[in-house]
């Protein structure tokens, strides 16, 4: 998918900031049409790069750069520029690629430019072009009279000499129109008989190129030339640029279909300025325009002439942004209204008393228009260091927000950041890589783990909507919870609609509430249920003996130790990263802290109960990753701002990455090895369950290893999961109520159950009514239960055979090295410690019964 930056007004908006910004990410740069008469200004490391032709994004070593179909090329030019850059050490050679279907500019479409101009000054009516021969250029282009790149490189035999047919007869209808000038032809063709072998490397097939990188899944950055108001069917013709320079322009100029664009990036100035003749409406021939040309520097790049100025022009932008259709508008250029008291914005134009619906074709009408100014106040102080939105005054904050109200199209500053994309984008990483217990999460049917999808899914929404918040109403539900508590904090201090927001997430979690409550009761049978508060009362409130410790208590540290093991070093980072952002001097990362802080709350609630289960966490998970992204990003910023080049900070990226990725593979593999049997052996029962017959009831037995059963689910329709007699002395479960309506089945108590986990006989079956059994290779204990069935280790009874067997850690064995942690190859394990006790777990079948 590509991206496009495009400029929304009379150009110089600052494209090559954005493109700047979005190059550190991005595969390919290409440029769609112009050619040197534009000019961007990008700054690294305090050298200053100016680019006129060729692409912005070779300030980015490994982007790859296209001047594409629709540019067309004055040759010197293009080196000249390119020796230009190297001298400023930057080198770009082989990354650098030249259409073959671009149009060449000759020294002559440049004097005929400037003739061209002198005759339209003499009647006053001069479009203020560059005299870079642009123009010249795409009208021999349109008469079909142009001369291709690949006319001069081509290596067939005669192309040279079609070259020289093809040049002469250009010259020649300059000629006639406007007489021999002075100009050298033999020279001009000796140069480019050398610029034949040296240009010739750099020329390719940009649609192939192009539709190569699209299928690679490569990221396109497409950097526009001008702007929209200097389109030469949408601009305000005559006084345009000859070529397409709006959204349309980049599909021709490369060769792309529609679908390949994902993002359309608007650069507005926050005021405005026009180089060159034509209508500006909102132009101030007075101080404030002096004032803006000063403080702004506006003088042009690739001309130098003065930049005209004024108020920003919102019909321009409306009409714009009809035609481009941007999806984010980024604004520049902010802190140059550092100093008014007052700041105007055009917002409507009107003729002879009509307010005009759209922007007007006619140059007469336009001429005659009088301008509408909303009137804001201004913050009047010195914003340029502050690159956070929630640091900007108030008043800036809302004069940003004006242009995004009136114009419905997402708007941020350029020298703003919001919450960092790296740290969405670490967020996914951990999740991929570190949540190493998310498939135990996914087997089980409780709350816990539905509590734990639902928030995975409301991170990945809240990721994409961050900056860009969405108020549609199908997306309310992503943010009820902590996150709506930071969306709604940042809502506030946009000055957006807070009490719609409110109004919503409230009317949303009562009908939640309400359909939970509905559902609960009808299914329970109770009156009113409500099952969210319940598993609250029981787990926190619970009277002594009756609460959860009665099924076993463990230290603070059990988490400890369980989190270290699921996430290793970025669990470490995750309960940190709060701590860092309440310290930090950072706005944005203050703000983040009420999105982790339920983290540390949800931590200390369910850790000082005195039972303790893995899953009890599981909802905190994707808070977990979250809150290590944050971390990581803000470490690697730290390490970027402060390493000597961007090498080491990639480096440290690279290796900290890679370190995350084997750890947390090795402890994958690891709970694959050790833990995988139970999940093996359920696939054993459904191999086996053809040998049985389909209308009678088949029991499965499990006794001491009733805990590692995943789930009844796995078990075919006709398979009953019973209990035998074992050394567990708690409450087993009961069964469901069968053949009854599902709500009088869920309804249904199952008799002698208790409260207090003791023990009850009648939820066993005898040994000798089971037709399955799974139990370990461990010797049977008799004496506390365990019915005799392995007389020894891996010694089995004779009453029973083996169906199946898989090997998995013996947690009651004296395992002590690394594997118990994470996955050692086998032959590394005789030079590492691997210490590790291992047992079988069997499907069986009693012989008695087959």
């Not at 002395?729 to 008799?751: H, K, M, Y």
Request: charged share 25%.
């Amino acid at each position: 998918m590509c991206d496009v930056v495009l400029g929304a007004q009379w150009g110089d908006e600052g494209k090559g900031k954005l493109v700047d910004i979005l190059c550190d990410d991005i595969d390919v740069c290409a440029r769609c049409q112009g050619g040197n008469n534009a000019g961007h200004t990008i700054v690294v490391n305090d050298v200053k790069y100016d680019f006129h032709m060729l692409p912005s994004g070779l300030v980015n070593p490994r982007c790859q750069n296209l001047l594409g179909s629709g540019v067309v090329i004055h040759v010197p030019s293009f080196f000249d520029e390119l020796e230009q850059l190297e001298k400023k050490g930057l080198q770009g050679r082989d990354r650098l690629f030249i259409s073959s279907r671009a149009h060449l500019v000759f020294d002559f479409h440049q004097r005929t430019d400037k003739l061209k101009e002198a005759e339209l000054s003499e009647t006053k009516k001069s479009i203020g072009t560059t005299g870079k021969g642009i123009g010249p250029t795409y009208s021999t282009k349109s008469s079909r009279s142009g001369i291709r790149v690949h006319h001069l490189v081509s290596q067939e035999p005669g192309a040279w000499e079609e070259f020289k047919v093809r040049y002469q007869r250009l010259v020649e209808s300059r000629y006639k129109r406007y007489g021999e000038f002075d100009y050298d032809v033999k020279e001009e063709l000796e140069r480019f008989e050398k610029y034949r072998e040296e240009l010739r490397p750099f020329v390719v097939d940009s649609v192939d190129f192009m539709h190569k990188a699209m299928s690679a899944n490569k990221k396109i950055l497409i950097e526009g030339a001008n702007a929209l108001m200097l389109d030469l069917d949408f601009g305000t013709y005559p006084y345009v640029t000859s070529s397409s320079t709006g959204i349309g322009g980049v599909l021709t100029g490369l060769g792309i279909p529609p679908r390949s664009i994902k993002n359309v990036y608007g650069v507005v100035k926050a005021y405005t300025t026009r180089v060159g003749e034509g209508p500006f409406p909102t132009e101030q021939l007075n101080k404030v325009g002096e004032t803006l040309q000063d403080v702004g520097a506006e003088f042009g790049v690739t001309t130098g002439r003065k930049r005209r100025c004024g108020w920003l022009d919102l019909v321009v932008l409306k009409y714009s942004n009809a035609i481009n259709g941007y999806t984010h508008l980024n604004i520049t250029k902010l802190d140059v209204l550092d100093t008014f008291k007052e700041i105007k914005v055009g917002v409507a134009y009107w003729v002879n008393g009509e307010k005009l619906s759209s922007f007007p074709e006619d140059l007469l009408k336009l001429a005659n228009v009088d301008v509408e100014y909303a009137t804001l106040p201004g913050w009047e102080c010195d914003i340029s260091k502050i690159t956070e939105f929630e640091n900007l005054p108030d008043n800036a904050k809302n004069y940003l927000q004006f242009i995004e109200d009136f114009l419905k199209v997402p708007v941020v500053s350029s020298h703003i950041k919001y919450f960092s994309w790296n740290g969405a984008c670490l967020k996914c990483f951990a999740t991929i890589f570190i949540r190493n217990e998310l498939g135990h999460t996914r087997n089980g049917i409780r709350p816990f783990n539905f509590q734990g999808f639902k928030r995975q899914f409301i991170e990945a929404q809240y990721l994409c909507h961050l900056q860009l918040l969405d108020l549609r109403p199908c997306r309310l539900a992503i943010y009820l919870g902590p996150r709506c508590f930071y969306w709604m904090y940042t809502l506030w201090s946009k000055r957006r609609n807070l009490a719609f927001v409110i109004f919503a997430c409230v009317s949303f979690l009562l009908a939640l509430v309400a359909a939970m409550i509905v559902v609960d009761s009808f299914y329970y049978k109770k009156g009113l249920s409500f099952i969210p508060i319940n598993i609250v009362l029981y787990n926190v409130f619970a009277t002594e003996g009756e609460g959860p410790e009665i099924f076993g208590v463990e230290p603070f540290s059990y988490y400890v130790r369980n989190l270290l093991l699921n996430f290793n070093l970025s669990f470490v980072a995750a309960y940190f990263a709060t701590l860092y952002m309440i310290c930090s001097k950072s706005e944005r990362h203050r703000n983040v802290v009420c999105i982790v802080i339920p983290l540390w709350i949800w931590t200390i609630v369910f850790g000082i109960q005195p039972h303790k289960e893995e899953r009890f966490l599981y909802p905190v998970y994707p808070l977990i990753s979250l809150a290590a992204g944050c971390m990581y990003d803000a470490s690697f910023n730290f390490a970027r701002k402060y390493s000597r080049g961007a090498l080491p900070s990639k480096l440290l990226k690279a290796t900290f990455g890679l370190l995350i990725v084997l750890v947390s593979g090795l402890r994958i593999l690891n709970l694959i090895e050790n833990y995988s049997a139970p999940l093996a052996i359920s696939r054993s029962i459904q191999s086996v369950s053809t040998s049985f017959d389909e209308d009678k009831i088949v029991n499965v037995c499990i006794g001491r290893e009733w805990y590692h059963f995943p789930t009844s689910m796995f078990l075919p329709d006709n398979f009953r999961l019973k209990f035998v007699k074992s050394s567990f002395d708690g409450l087993l479960p009961g069964d469901f109520t069968e053949g009854v309506a599902i709500d009088l089945a869920t309804s249904n108590v199952p008799p002698n159950m208790n409260s207090k986990n003791l023990f009850e006989a009648d939820k066993l079956i005898d040994l000798d009514k089971c037709d399955l059994i799974i139990d370990n290779s461990t010797p049977s204990d008799k004496s506390v239960g365990d019915p005799q069935i392995w007389i020894e280790k891996d010694i089995l009874s004779a009453d029973f055979t083996i169906i199946d067997c898989r090997r998995m850690i013996d947690l009651g064995g004296h395992s002590t090295g690394i594997g118990r942690i994470l996955y050692i190859p086998e032959w590394l394990r005789y030079a590492i410690d691997y210490e590790i006790d291992y047992m079988d777990f069997c499907l069986l079948r009693p012989k008695a019964n087959q």
